[in-house]
């Protein structure tokens, strides 16, 4: 049997933690059909087709598909799930809202935020804020999982030629209705993709201050991150929030600005490559998990290290 | 209106958990236990509600062993009005604990059940969108705001974008995020009066719910170590190091 994987796109692009699923998807089998929930989203279809690993299509298209309700999706997944061995989708808010709801409907024990793949059955997810691993079985027959998309390369996007088949929407729900998403468009690159993540703290002490981390950020084309006590602080926006219940992160070099370091917030960072501690509090937590740990006043650091930066003649993009 | 908020007993948020050398979980054994973080912002959420006129009775629902019963007790100190334990022992899914759940929503029928978005030990995330299926209630996930109406709740929801804002018709299931609010401490009178307050005992098997675990823990353990870092002296050896050693800038 296939694997169908469901795909989240704004019916424009696909998202891109979708290609991440998309590799963990063919790791479980290659007879990959990916499915296309939206409305006016040909542009989707096609971009989809292009991708190699995919070997199939679905695509679903129709007005009440406008913005993702997770009642609609799934009453559309429904229609087709028979001829899969598999429903896959990534485990950011995109499909940890849906998948939970198409595996309860199929009488499954959902498999969340697997790391790998061990096998058809078997996976690797961490548990406890990442602070242990389980390798799990699934022995349910047909299985619903959720991929971790940090943990998996993104998908080549060109190369393939995939069939795109139009298939008729499902029915739609009159208890759930969208008014509106604030999005905040930034030029920076995404928090959850991005080669380097600074990441500020309640050290930062207000929002204001938050000035000193986007210097950094514009210097080394880095996502701006932070703990859950600034989001909380009201410093920045919860989309930049990592950690366990915010978004985990996985950075060439992720430099962790006034953070204590609380088991939460590690468990969104501590797969990064090189990790960067700058903090005034010499036993901070952070500095456990930091490979270069700089015990410093942060109002005296950052300027004084967007000033080295500033000395090198290139910086990597 | 009648509100049932499902709550969760985990190992405190702030342990540093250990794995069990078997292999076969972690270290339970004097261990603090708390209430699942998340699940006390969906009792203070129903807690608020019922304080501003909206609703009259408060439902503190627990499933687990024996003294998961502490966290309906606590929910109780701080203002819900009664509970229930569903009694099981051993590790339970999210999937039979959804089931367990519809059971209760069949005897109580309340407008709304709230519960926390995640849990903190198996971080499945996954319970209150199974009930809201197994019900064909609309779910509100990861809720920064609840706005209560007639006979809606315009919901205010977490996502990786920003925030998102739908709206709901009732009865729906609403999965809390931390920050909905602030939950409260109980005060020792009202840890008192909880004492008095009633707690249904139900064993699971009278329900006719299946709890056997459709997944297998194969094994359980540490994640790999990082190697040790060490520190530097000045900003000035970091950027040498991030460049020259570390080749990341």
């Known amino acids: 049997m296939s694997v169908l994987l469901i795909a989240e796109h704004n019916n424009k692009e696909v998202k891109p933690f979708t290609l991440n699923a998309i590799t963990a998807a063919s790791q479980i089998d290659q007879d990959l059909h990916v499915l296309l929930i939206g409305s006016k989203a040909d542009d989707v279809a096609k971009s989809l087709s292009e991708v190699s690993l995919v070997k199939k299509v679905l695509h679903i298209d129709h007005e009440i598909y406008e913005n993702y309700i997770a009642e609609n999706y799934t009453a559309a997944i429904l229609k087709h799930a028979d001829k899969y061995s598999h429903i896959i989708c990534s485990a950011n808010t995109f499909g940890k809202n849906l998948m939970p709801r198409v595996a309860a409907l199929l009488d499954i024990s959902q498999v969340s935020d697997i790391i790998k793949v061990i096998s058809p059955d078997t996976f690797l997810r961490p548990i406890y804020a990442g602070n242990a691993f389980a390798t799990v079985k699934s022995n349910d027959e047909k299985k619903c999982v959720t991929i971790r998309p940090t943990s998996f390369e993104a998908a080549e996007t060109t190369g393939g030629s995939a069939e795109i088949e139009k298939i008729d929407a499902a029915d739609q729900t009159e208890n759930t209705k969208f008014i509106n998403r604030e999005e905040i468009k930034s030029d920076r690159p995404e928090l959850g993709t991005a080669r380097i993540v600074i990441s500020g703290g309640r050290g930062l002490q207000s929002g204001e201050n938050f000035k000193l981390i986007t210097d950094v950020a514009d210097k080394l084309n880095a996502a701006i991150g932070a703990s859950r006590a600034a989001v909380d602080a009201g410093y920045i926006t919860n989309e930049h929030q990592v950690g366990q219940t915010g978004k985990v992160v996985v950075p060439d070099l992720y430099i962790a600005v006034g953070i204590s370091g609380a088991i939460q917030h590690l468990a969104g960072m501590k797969e990064s490559k090189v990790i960067v501690a700058i903090n005034k509090d010499g036993e901070a937590p952070i500095f456990s998990v930091a490979d270069y740990g700089l015990e410093a006043d942060l109002f005296e650091a950052l300027p004084q290290f967007l000033e080295e930066l500033n000395k090198l003649n290139t910086i990597q993009k | ?249």
């Open chain 2, 1 to 249: 209106m009648k509100i049932l908020v499902a709550v969760k007993r985990v190992i405190d948020y702030n342990v540093q958990i250990r794995v069990k050398e078997d292999g076969s979980g972690v270290v339970t054994d004097n261990v603090k236990m708390s209430t699942n973080p998340p699940d006390d912002n969906a009792i203070e959420e129903a807690v608020k509600i019922k304080e501003a006129g909206k609703a009259k009775e408060i439902i503190a629902v627990t499933v687990g062993e024996e003294k998961a019963q502490e966290t309906v007790r606590k929910a109780l100190a701080v203002g819900a009005d009664r509970g229930i334990h569903v009694k099981v022992d051993g590790t339970i899914e999210p999937l039979a604990v959804s089931k367990i759940l519809k059971k209760i929503v069949e005897k109580e029928n309340p407008d709304l059940v709230f519960m926390g978005k995640q849990a903190i030990d198996d971080d499945c995330n996954q319970t209150g969108q199974m009930l809201a299926a197994h019900l064909n209630w609309p779910q509100a996930t990861f809720a920064s705001k609840i706005e209560v109406n007639d006979k809606s709740l315009q919901v205010t929801r977490e996502v990786d974008e920003g925030l998102e804002t739908i709206e709901v018709n009732t009865p729906a299931i609403v999965t809390c995020d931390l920050r909905l609010n602030e939950p409260r401490y109980a005060s020792l009178p009202n840890i008192m009066k909880a004492k008095k307050k009633p707690i249904e005992q139900i064993n699971a098997s009278d329900l006719g719910v299946d709890t056997n675990p459709r997944i297998e823990h194969i094994k359980i353990e540490e994640p790999p170590k990082r190697k040790a870092g060490i520190k530097v002296a000045s900003v000035e050896e970091l950027v040498q190091k991030l460049k020259n050693e570390a080749k990341v800038i």
